[in-house]
């Protein structure tokens, strides 16, 4: 992907909060995109690379929430970000294994 068609969008869910749901809080093109690519593994935040994603997101503007039509595929990505950073659900039994997907 080229640097001008290079897009990043960043989503914020913040799971503590009552009706939460995950919104748009980063969003760039190009350079800008870099940056913010750069400033998420930083701050060691997952980055999924998915361009037909990315073109849907970035339709939407900053602080708005993401479309019912996606709370599937990016609750698999929290979901995946909680299991790599070690936060297992309570109860939740692991044989050795990641969750699978149904």
Do not use: C, F
Not at 8 to 32: D, F, H, M, Q, T
Not at 64 to 78: F, G, M
Request: charged share 25%; glycine share 10%.
């Amino acid at each position: 992907m080229s640097d001008k068609t290079r897009k990043a969008i960043g989503l914020r869910y913040n799971s503590g909060e009552a009706g939460a749901k995950p919104k748009v809080v980063s969003k760039g093109y190009g350079e800008l995109a870099g940056e913010i690519i750069r400033a998420a593994e930083d701050a060691g935040i997952l980055i999924h690379e998915d361009p037909y994603l990315s073109d849907l997101l970035a339709t939407l503007d900053l602080g708005q929430e993401i479309p019912e039509s996606l709370y599937y595929v990016i609750a698999e990505l929290i979901a995946w970000s909680y299991v790599l950073q070690g936060k297992i659900p309570e109860g939740w039994e692991n044989s050795g294994q990641l969750p699978q997907r149904v």
